[in-house]
């Protein structure tokens, strides 16, 4: 009776031993700003890039654009953007908003924070690296860095 009772407490022991393990392992960069995010805005979900028309959800890590009549989400910015410098462009902090769409505001946030918008000096979170892979394309061979910002 010892041995089942011993055995039992050392299942249930490793089975929510490493269902806690694993919820701390998957909750550590949720929600972390990449290092172009403008500095000093935490748990943030959303940043509106006027220069480009394009959103960031930050917790997916996914950049958010209009393409072909929809709104798309990916990993990397479309290819018209490959060279846009996400460094030097400003991000509107988008601090009101809590929901899936953010595009859903895209008409007012197109006018109030308009292509060439800036509201101040923005530092981002890191320091720009090299020219290559920090575009929002990293890791792809076809991305040729750059400074200048494509309209």
């Known amino acids: 009776m010892k041995t089942i009772f011993s055995i039992a407490i050392g299942f249930m022991l490793l089975v929510f031993g490493s269902s806690m393990q694993a919820q701390v392992s998957l909750n550590v960069n949720v929600g972390e700003p990449p290092s172009w ?3 000093g805005h935490t748990g943030v979900n959303y940043y ?28 990397y910015l479309p290819r018209a953007y490959r060279n846009y410098d996400l460094y030097g462009g400003y991000k509107v902090v988008l601090n009101d908003y809590r929901g899936k ?3 859903a505001h895209f008409k007012n946030h197109k006018v109030k924070y308009h292509k060439g918008y800036k509201n101040g000096v923005q530092k981002t979170y890191g ?15 076809n991305n040729h860095g750059g400074n200048g910002k494509k309209h």
């Open 101 to 103: 769409s953010p595009y």
């Open 37 to 39: 995010g403008p500095a």
């Open 127 to 141: 320091a720009k690296q090299n020219k290559q892979g920090n575009h929002g394309n990293q890791g792809k061979k």
């Open 48 to 75: 509106y890039l006027p220069d480009i028309e394009t959103y960031y959800d930050v917790p997916a890590r996914q950049f958010i654009y209009y393409n072909r009549g929809t709104w798309v989400r990916t990993k």
